[in-house]
């Protein structure tokens, strides 16, 4: 297996300014959950609210690599066959057809039994070999020759045995394949597994990863992430409106407001030409933030005193 | 510093954060890439490689804070005394000849008496009048040491320590210098009593915070050995947080040891590769067909409680451990009884357990008729106990003289798979009274006495194990 080391990840500032370049303004955990992940080969473990960047995070990091981004989308009954390889079924039976015609060719002149056996045995077990392997997410990622980033999404999703599945995996980058024997990754993938605490990972999987628990952001972050991906709004604004998203959070809410509706509001307060942030400009624009009507309603009571306190009035 | 990273690991593992050597060295790498520089930094990538979830996270936090800095929470340094003195003893000379600045007042001590002039040359005496606050800090960790703080167990051995830190730091020298001034009337005494009182205070501190370091988490572990033996009924209002939160942390041992696995059933899907890999053999027909596995149902467990007064602490441990383990025992019912039965299922999926519990209590509390129960049990879950299924009864048998109705146990004792009865009377006193035990003993597949924590994680095993 070869190693590869990116001049992109030589140390934490480094990262957070790669990241930077290509629009992930990130913390400082962040960048060195990438550093030691990085430097020790071990996977990262994501966990966070939704909508704080976690599949991001990985996209990111092909980005800034240069390498492909694998992913694999975990849900209930995802088993080895649709993760890891499935064999060719039709190819293998064409393979069958072929054989049982040239085996006639092949053995003629082979005086008994035994010098047959001893001819057949020269070709090899082909019938179980990579030509006749279809390989999925996790096996691809580790064929990439120049390493890849393997994205495995939500993997509390997943059932038990395919945790137990993935330990191998990550561990040593490698697969066991019971007709072939122990494949190893090429280069050995940088790999993100995310999670939304749906239920307890297992001590096993979690002893094997490095915990990154991405918050949301704070004020200050935030403004940057919002200045990086919104460049043409005011100061002022952009500084109220941040601050009136982190108040909501504040509030007994089903879905908290993410960094992505953040920026969805900050667009559209854009679009709308608002210099700044009015009651009535909010309500109407609360759908942008909040995603159910319970949360709306209770919002809306508390709207006054947050806009209040965003606007440090 | 690897040796600090080893001891800061071994106070983790005394407040309940498992570590693998494994983990230990990946901390020494961890290290090693970071450098000890920048705290927060350390602190990040440290916590991400030994700290797995939220709550080991924050119990990661209080130790790091403890272990890395442990003079940040102490007061500074007297820096009015400090300050004073170093305004007094600028003007006319500087700084003095060892570092340290004195005031004029111990200056001209220290010209009157060679002692006191030797005693103020000790680096000990230079960090203290210097406010060299790194110096004193490396002096009293230092110390600490060669006293064996780390041995520290109990809160009524911080004295002992106390002196001998002060001892191994020289305070003896310092307490024998303030005498001699004393003896001599100096006015330097005073302000040296002030430089004693400051280290006093200071190794006191650090004391306390090493105590929090070392002795707490092994001080938590010896209470919850304590609990762990002692009958449910007489553990203390005050003991009940941290009694569900070991239950809960059992119960997370034993789901993971348990974790549900695949069985193999009848039929399902075509398995293509099996099947395939068997017509090899056939000329490729593939007239063997092979199927992929299912998994097989999994087996249902009742429980039965009795919330009548006596009893309904235990109840309320072995709902806890039971719900706890829902990851690996999905389809718990739980009924709760005394005078008559009812399911309190539904009560568990809307409110958390303890809540439940508490509700359950409330709404069939009463004295205790087990025939009336196990009637009602019958009538209400009879036909969904099945061969795969297990009957937990909680309960102390003591029936009040009514009918036992042996029959109806005998009845489900037949159907399910396994009928177990956790008394928490101990075995002697089954036979006294208006106990039932031994009559409904001939009913249950196993019996046994359950009163404490340890007990019941034993039993609570063996269902697992059974019922897999």
């Known amino acids: ?88 079924y039709s190819k293998q039976l064409l393979y069958t057809q072929v054989l049982k015609e040239k085996l006639g060719d092949l053995l003629q002149g082979a005086h008994d039994l035994a010098e047959s056996v001893e001819r057949l045995h020269q070709f090899g077990d082909i ?10 997410p996790l096996l691809s990622a580790m064929q990439q020759e120049q390493g890849a980033v393997l994205l495995i999404d939500e993997v509390d999703k997943s059932d038990y045995e395919f945790e137990a599945l993935l330990l191998e995996i990550l561990s040593d980058y490698q697969v066991s394949i019971p007709e072939i024997g122990t494949v190893k990754a090429r280069s050995a993938p940088m790999v993100f597994l995310t ?39 005011d100061a002022e604004l952009r500084h109220q409106l941040v601050a009136f998203v982190h108040s909501l959070r504040g509030l007994d809410l089903k879905k908290l407001p993410a960094i992505s509706e953040t920026i969805d509001w900050a667009r559209s307060l854009l679009l709308l030409h608002a ?29 006054p005193t947050l806009l209040r306190e965003a606007r440090g009035d | 510093m690897p040796d600090s990273l080893v001891s800061f690991i071994r106070i983790l593992r005394s407040h309940n954060l498992p570590i693998s050597p494994a983990e230990t060295l990946d901390a020494v790498r961890i290290a090693a890439l970071l450098g000890y520089e920048d705290k927060q930094r350390l602190r990040d990538g440290l916590g991400m490689a030994l700290a797995k ?22 007061p500074a340094l007297n820096t009015e005394l400090v300050a004073a003195s170093t305004a007094q003893a600028m003007p006319t000379q500087g700084r003095g000849a060892g570092g340290g600045s004195r005031s004029p007042v111990l200056q001209q001590a220290a010209a009157e008496d060679p002692a006191t002039a030797a005693l103020l040359e000790t680096p000990l005496l230079e960090a203290l009048l210097g406010g060299d606050h790194n110096a004193l800090a490396v002096a009293i960790s230092e110390a600490s040491q060669r006293a064996g703080l780390p041995e520290i167990r109990l809160f009524t051995q911080k004295g002992l320590y106390r002196r001998r830190i002060l001892a191994a730091l020289g305070e003896e020298q310092l307490r024998a210098g303030i005498a001699r001034l004393e003896n001599r ?17 200071q190794v006191g501190d650090f004391i306390d915070q090493q105590y929090l370091l070392h002795a707490e988490g092994k001080n938590k572990r010896l209470i919850e050995d304590m609990l762990m033996q002692t009958r449910l009924s007489n553990i203390e209002s005050g003991y009940m947080d941290r009694m569900e939160e070991m239950v809960r942390r059992m119960a997370k041992k ?67 451990f039971l719900y706890s383990l829902q990851d690996v025992l999905p389809r718990v019912r739980s009924f709760a009884f005394s005078n008559r039965l009812g399911e309190i299922s539904d009560l568990f999926a809307t409110h958390p357990p303890e809540k439940a519990i508490e509700i359950a209590q409330h709404s069939f509390g009463g ?15 009879f036909d969904d106990v099945r061969s795969g299924s297990t009957i937990i009864i909680l309960g102390d048998a003591r029936n009040n003289y009514g009918a036992a109705r042996l029959d109806l146990l005998q009845k489900l004792y037949r159907r399910a798979n396994r009928v177990i009865w956790l008394n928490p009377e101990s075995k002697i006193n089954w036979k006294t009274g208006d106990s039932e035990m031994i009559r409904y003993r001939s009913a249950c597949h196993f019996t046994a006495e359950c009163n404490n924590l340890k007990q019941l994680e034993r039993l609570i095993e063996q269902l697992l194990k059974s019922v897999r």
């Open chain 1, 1 to 88: 297996m070869k190693t590869n080391d990116f001049p992109q990840l030589a140390s934490v500032a480094a990262i957070q300014e790669g990241f930077e370049s290509i629009g992930y303004i990130c913390s400082d955990s962040i960048a060195t959950a990438v550093y030691l992940a990085s430097h020790l080969r071990k996977p990262v473990l994501v966990e966070g609210p939704p909508g704080v960047g976690k599949t991001e995070l990985a996209k990111t990091c092909a980005q800034l690599l240069e390498v492909p981004l694998v992913r694999l989308q975990c849900y209930e009954g995802l088993d080895e066959s649709k993760a890891l390889y499935e064999w060719k």
């Open chain 1, 127 to 136: 019938f179980y070999s990579e030509e006749f392997l279809e390989p999925r």
């Open chain 1, 195 to 233: 999670s939304n605490n749906t239920r307890d990972i297992s001590d096993a999987l979690k002893r094997r990863c490095l915990h990154l628990y991405i918050p949301f952001p704070s004020v200050a972050l935030e403004e940057r992430i919002v200045r990086s991906r919104v460049p043409d709004i």
């Open chain 1, 275 to 303: 210099g700044k942030l009015d009651e009535a400009l909010v309500r109407d624009t609360l759908n942008v933030l909040l995603k159910f009507e319970d949360d709306m309603e209770s919002a809306s009571a508390e709207l």
């Open chain 2, 53 to 74: 979830g939220d709550a080991e996270r924050t119990q990661f936090d209080i130790c790091f804070d403890r272990f890395f800095n442990p003079h940040k929470e102490a």
């Open chain 2, 185 to 201: 009337g100096s006015p330097a005494q005073e302000e040296l009593k002030q430089y004693r009182d400051l280290l006093r205070a």
């Open chain 2, 254 to 320: 034993l789901a993971a040891r348990y974790a549900p696995r695949k069985r193999s059933a009848q039929r399902g899907q075509l398995d293509v590769r099996r099947t395939l890999n068997r017509g090899i053999a056939h000329d490729g027909l593939m007239f063997e067909l092979r199927w992929r596995r299912i998994r097989r149902e999994r087996p249902q467990v009742f429980a039965l409680c009795d919330v009548s007064g006596s009893v309904a602490s235990y109840s309320r441990f072995l709902l806890l």
């Open chain 2, 367 to 381: 004295a205790t008729d087990y025939g009336n129960s196990l009637q009602d049990f019958v009538n209400l879950a």
